[in-house]
């Protein structure tokens, strides 16, 4: 059932691009609401369900959708909109229905290029990104490697973080509060953090050297990610999923 992992990093992410692109340039409510649910019911049935899966598409995504929705239709000019239906008035402030519907449409769109990008973004590993632009997209393994390298020192540094803060509380060093001693904690941890990066670094690029990488061309990968007959039947489903709903709604003739 949980289908978006056995799939190509490249094909979860070359399906969902044309739409991504062309919500852009609309402006209604229905196409974004459409894109919404397709990517919902793809993420619901192609990835595992976990408590972060329930915050994005419970709370994070709705709750987006209600404060921008508000945001930008406090933000739209009432001069473009004073045809429409007025939904209240305030003193001499008068929030209208066309507000409103330039202000969610925004939202959803948003909120739709964010979704169809958690289709690949909730599935797919660094690693096996990496290995199918390195093996479909041609690009140099040295690139591609090196770039995976630098991102695990994301992770990495926040863990020495941790070390580093946990090691001070144990000595009593920069204690107190206010600002002045947050400030005072922040610069005691640079110095460590620095060496420790330094180190990290260094004992990677030993391990590179010792596995003679760069040294030739190509290199042999021990994990294939095969571009197989199912991600091209994903990419062209979804192509047309998208060119269906596209004709259905033909956003731009409603601007």
């Known amino acids: ?32 609401l459409a894109f919404l649910a397709l990517a919902y019911v793809l ?12 915050g994005i598409l419970v709370g994070a995504i709705p709750g987006a959708v209600a404060l921008i929705g508000i945001g930008f ?14 939904v209240w008035r305030f003193g001499a402030w ?19 290029i964010l979704s169809l990008a958690l289709i690949a973004g909730l599935s797919t590993t660094g690693p096996d990104l990496v290995r199918a632009m390195v093996q479909q997209l ?38 107190g509060r206010g600002p002045f001693a947050a400030a005072a904690r922040w610069a005691g941890y640079i110095v460590p953090l620095l060496a420790g990066a330094i180190r990290h670094a260094e004992r990677v690029a030993l391990a590179m050297d010792a596995r003679a990488f760069g040294a030739h061309p190509d290199r042999t990968e021990r994990h294939l990610v095969p571009w197989r007959a199912r991600d091209a039947v ?11 709903i596209f004709w259905t709604f033909f956003p731009w003739g409603a601007a």
């Open 1 to 32: 059932m949980r289908f978006l992992y056995g799939l190509n990093p490249l094909a979860k992410f070359l399906a969902p691009a044309p739409a991504m692109v062309l919500l852009v340039f609309v402006r209604d409510v229905a196409t974004p």
């Open 43 to 54: 993420v619901l049935v192609g990835v595992r369900f976990t408590a972060r899966t329930a």
């Open 73 to 86: 239709s406090l933000w739209t000019d009432a001069a473009l909109v004073d045809g429409t239906a007025v």
């Open 94 to 112: 008068t929030m209208y229905s066309g507000a409103f519907a330039i202000g969610f449409s925004t939202a959803l769109r948003l909120a739709a």
């Open 138 to 175: 041609r690009v140099p393994y040295r690139i591609g490697y090196t770039a995976l390298a630098a991102f695990r020192f994301v992770p990495r540094f926040g863990h020495e973080l941790e070390v580093i803060r946990q090691a001070h509380r144990v000595r009593g060093a920069h204690g």
């Open 234 to 244: 994903f990419v062209v489903l979804f192509w047309a999923a998208s060119a269906a």
